[in-house]
């Protein structure tokens, strides 16, 4: 039901032309809204995002892109027309902070363009409340501190007042809602929530987060009065429901006083339990229904549920408990929904003509602008008039033909876009000229919805079946992708189903791995495509084009599924595809499909067989597939064939082996494969016998760069771009698979602020440490080069059993790259894809952390990295720390184990590596952890809190204006150099 219902916004496609298509529609579209407000919020929208895409595909910045000038145009002659009007310089205001915004360096948050285009209609009517609307903009982007600044600057009066009061509690109010206000800051850092004063929006806007920032939220409720403290005990019950259960939302709504919070919480918590796939858990929570109307919704929604299971004989049944007639709109919409999940069309449509016409159009009072929880019921208006929408919607797709007007007339389209719910769901479930789906976070493609036009209607698909006659691909694939629950079954018994390299088989599990079935189905679709993969490489040739057809749809099943092991059974067919020589009909979807699940994996393949990539000249080829997935710097896969070519000229048969020993030696040696950089020099005037003896020899280049001192090593990679170029390039980086890679621009401009924001080294924190540390002076003054200071720490410490897992010491100068992206590996406010690391937002940006924490030679970090048989290693964490100073001796700090999976017995593992291997060399005995926000986890038995412990804090740095540092950004503290008093969620051991 789902692909008949929605159809996504093409902007995700790879296809500019089609990306344009479609705006263009979308701008003709939106030309017919009638307000003026409202065709403005669409404009704005289409402005921003087509502005994305020309920087995306443009490149550079500076170049203005034709058509996002078109929609800003069209911006400023709507606002022209107005001029004269009350609207016309607030409209005016709001085009000329667009343009800014859309031409500044960073493109705006998507965040920040929402609000823009929400509050549209406010900038229309009101110059003084598109001036306090530019406060909520600044707010959302981050910027609270220029926000403040820029309102004390106002003179005194009313909108001073305002500005003053917005920025303290961060909400914005709207008049003629009945949601009379929403939240309107940042919490990327959910610690900002902090500096805003307690409301409604805030702790909503924090239980939608969800993960640290709930104990913050609770925190605010008891500060929270009135109808809203108790709508906020509402929220609290439906976030907690994952953790507590049924019996805890229970008790958490016996604290609710309000019945109308009561009731929403109730509600709430079994859309929850619905949205967890826990019917048991709804049915323990509908033994509690406070009276007939809500039983009803709560039946509906069950049935709902049951229906997109596929489940409608139960979803019938369901509907039938409803007793309370004010449901009677919502039962026929579901009622029609059931039909045409059937193949009823035209008992569905003469449902939904019967419906009164205003259904269409909520009132004002019903739009929603807060962010909702998972399961959390909407207002029944907005509810009512997006089911009614998308029904109508799918009716035109079933029925087909140009006659459109009575399901779909112009007029309430236009009165739709004035409410921002309904505006969202006709703009990304109903657009014009999209050809790609989306099925439960699963993408069909043009290839599936060729098969589903191909196919005849799901009713004639199911008489096939009865009739035994031939079943098509596309009619198999249209049964499995919108068929019953009860076709697996059936289709299991049928004969025509039995055959394991057949199209038909493999075309219905295809389209099963597109619906919410897959779960249920998951070990028999990937067993069934292990054999059939497994089958088709060890036969001699692929057969004829119905085996073909059918291995890429299972390949295409397996990447549908997704996972760890349907990557491990894409990586062992690849293999063995590779070493067979088997048809390139399968080698092809086979790697494409496993670039695109896993790209780390691809590249064990691609490096371990690069010789036959390089002897059937697709060497080129594969390393694109992996480059597409932005795992390989840019031109990595045009290097790879300009080696190839130029090598072959040289020792002609022999330059696929010779290149496969070079890959394969480099990415053992550094640790991950050779880069376009590295390739360009491969073939020098001394060309040596072998791969691995060039390999030698740059690496013997390589460490020429790492003499001197860190100040004459960052003047030189200042001073030497082609230097810093290669150090990139020969020094591992691997900061993990969902980590873009850094442009030659972004590094230089790494050094650039390496020498102009940071501060020189201090010596009196180092000479201090000395004093304390009696016997380790070799141990110092490692520390001061950038070195390991203890020797075993040199070489990765192996973590568990299977020594897959390993902890590095990274070194300064030679894991340089790494060092300044340890925290791209996980999400926290230090990687660098984080709104607090550019280094506008803040005088103490997370990127001046990362760059003071490489500067300071009494900071450290520990990468945990995972080193897969290759030799292609990937980061799946880190911890970094300091030193410090207790009354009863020196102290290490450690700022928290920031993970992928924070396993417990990892997590052991590491801080005892730390203690082997970093703490009682050097007769350290006081270990401070800060295990709290992304570094939260268990810790080894002997690790307290110890509240209010004093420990001298050291950094050995100064400010860039020689003024001692004292001001720190991380877990442990806010200060360094002085005394730092323990606060909770800082964990303290003394080792024996």
């Known amino acids: 039901m789902d692909s008949a219902y929605g159809a996504s916004n093409p902007f995700a496609t790879d296809s500019m032309a089609r990306v344009l298509v479609f705006v263009r529609q979308m701008v003709s579209v939106s030309a017919e809204i009638r307000r003026p407000a409202v065709r403005a919020a669409a404009w704005i929208h289409l402005a921003a995002a087509v502005r994305a895409l020309e920087r995306r595909y443009l490149g550079s910045v500076a170049r203005e892109g034709e058509l996002s000038g078109e929609i800003l145009s069209s911006l400023r002659a709507l606002v022209g027309r107005r001029e004269g009007c009350e609207a016309g310089p607030a409209g005016a205001l709001l085009v000329t902070y667009l343009e800014e915004r859309l031409a500044a360096e960073e493109m705006p948050r998507p965040r920040a363009i929402a609000r823009i285009a929400e509050r549209a209609e406010g900038l229309f009517g009101s110059v003084e409340f598109a001036r306090l609307h530019r406060f909520s903009v600044e707010l959302s982007s981050g910027r609270r501190r220029e926000a403040l600044e820029r309102a004390r600057a106002l003179p005194k009066g009313a909108l001073r007042e305002r500005a003053l009061a917005r920025i303290e509690d961060g909400i914005e109010h ?33 239980f939608v987060i969800g993960g640290d920032a709930l104990p913050i939220a609770e925190e605010m409720l008891p500060r929270i009065d009135g109808s809203a403290g108790q709508e906020a005990r509402a929220l609290l019950a439906i976030a907690r429901y994952p953790e507590r259960g049924p019996a805890g939302v229970v008790d958490l709504l016996r604290a609710v006083r309000h019945r109308n919070a009561w009731n929403h919480g109730w509600l709430g918590a079994i859309g929850a339990a619905l949205f967890a796939e826990r019917l048991d858990h709804a049915e323990t929570l509908l033994a509690h229904a406070p009276g007939r109307y809500l039983r009803g919704r709560a039946e509906l929604a069950i049935a709902a549920f049951l229906a997109e299971r596929g489940e409608r004989l139960a979803a019938r049944r369901r509907i039938q408990r409803v007793e309370d007639r004010s449901l009677g709109h919502a039962l026929q919409l579901l009622l029609a929904r059931l039909d045409l999940d059937a193949g009823l069309a035209r008992r569905a449509e003469k449902r939904v003509l019967a419906l009164p016409m205003t259904l269409l159009c909520p009132p004002r009072r019903a739009a929603q602008h807060e962010p909702r929880l998972a399961g959390e019921p909407a207002p029944m208006e907005t509810m009512l008039a997006r089911e009614a929408w998308l029904l109508r919607h799918a009716l035109v797709r079933a029925r087909g033909g140009d006659d459109h007007g009575g399901l779909l007339p112009g007029a309430l389209v236009a009165r739709a876009f004035e409410d921002a719910s309904l505006r969202r769901a006709l703009f990304h479930r109903i657009n014009p000229g999209s050809d790609v789906l989306v099925r439960d976070d699963a993408w069909i493609t043009e290839h599936c919805l060729k098969l589903l036009e191909s196919a005849s209607t799901l009713q004639d698909t199911l008489a096939d079946l009865d009739r035994g006659g031939h079943v098509t691909p596309e009619a198999a694939f249209a049964l499995g992708a919108l068929g019953p629950a009860s076709s697996w079954d059936r289709c299991r018994r049928d004969p025509r189903f039995r055959d394991a390299l057949g199209a038909a088989r493999a075309h219905y599990d295809e389209g099963i791995s597109l ?64 070493d067979r020589g088997a048809d390139p009909r399968a080698t092809k979807p086979l790697l494409l499909a496993l670039a695109k699940l896993s790209p780390q994996r691809a590249t064990e393949v691609f490096v371990e067989r690069y010789d036959v990539f390089a002897r059937e000249r697709q060497a080129r080829w594969a390393a694109k597939c992996i480059e597409d997935q932005c795992l390989f710097p840019p031109g990595t896969a045009s290097a790879h064939g300009g080696a190839f070519t130029r090598v072959t000229l040289r020792l002609g048969d022999r330059a696929s082996t010779w290149l496969a020993e070079f890959v394969r030696t480099y990415t053992r040696e550094v640790g991950t494969p050779p880069g376009p950089e590295v390739l360009a020099i491969v073939d020098g005037p001394d060309l040596p016998a072998t791969g691995e003896e060039r390999v030698r020899q740059i690496l013997e280049r390589r460490e020429a760069l790492f003499q001197g001192d860190a100040e004459d090593f960052v003047r030189r990679l200042a001073e030497a771009p082609d230097q810093l170029r290669l150090l990139s ?127 300071d030679p009494l900071s450290f970090c520990f990468q945990l990295v995972r080193a897969p048989r ?57 270990v401070a952890i800060a295990a709290r926000y992304g570094g939260a986890g268990p810790l080894p038995p002997g690790y307290t809190t110890q509240p209010r412990r004093v420990v001298h804090r050291l950094r050995a740095l100064c400010e860039p204006n020689g003024v001692l540092a004292t001001r720190v950004y991380d877990d442990l503290s806010s200060r360094v150099n002085g005394d730092v008093t323990s606060l909770y969620g800082i964990s303290w051991k003394k080792i024996a």
């Open 515 to 578: 619906t919410s079935r897959r779960k249920r189905h998951r070990v028999a679709l990937i067993d069934a495509a292990r054999a059939h993969l497994r089958r088709v490489i060890d036969m001699a040739a692929m057969g004829g084009e119905e085996v073909r057809v059918a291995t890429v749809s299972r390949i295409r099943c397996l990447q549908n599924l997704g996972g760890e092991q349907a990557a491990t059974i894409l990586q062992g067919a690849l293999s063995r595809s590779v």
């Open 174 to 206: 709207h008049p003629g809602r009945e949601r009379a206000c929403s939240f309107v800051g940042n919490l990327d850092s959910v610690e900002e929530a902090r500096v805003y004063r307690p409301s409604l929006p805030l702790v909503r806007e924090l």
């Open 729 to 855: 390039a020969l020094c591992p980086v691997s900061p993990g698979h969902q980590a873009g890679v850094w442009s030659d621009d972004d590094w230089r401009r790494i050094v650039e602020r390496l020498q102009k924001d940071v501060g020189p080294v201090a010596v009196g924190p180092i000479a201090r440490l000395r004093r304390h540390l009696p016997g380790a002076e070799h141990a110092v003054q490692a520390l001061v080069e950038g070195a390991p200071p203890v020797p075993a720490l040199a070489c990765p410490l192996p973590l568990g059993s299977k020594g897959v897992l390993t902890l590095r010491y990274l070194d300064k100068r030679r894991d340089f790259p790494a060092f300044l992206r340890f925290a791209d590996c996980v999400p926290c406010c230090f990687n660098s894809t984080s709104f607090m690391y550019k280094p506008y937002m803040r005088e103490e940006g997370t990127q001046r952390m990362v760059l003071s924490l490489w500067k």
């Open 870 to 926: 290759a030799g292609v290693a990937e980061a799946q964490g880190f911890v970094f720390g300091g030193f410090g100073l207790c009354e009863d001796g020196p102290a290490v700090l450690l700022n928290g184990l920031y993970l992928r999976r924070q396993l417990p017995w990892l997590r052991f593992a590491i801080v005892e590596a730390i203690e082997q291997a970093l703490c009682r060399p050097l007769g350290i005995r006081h």
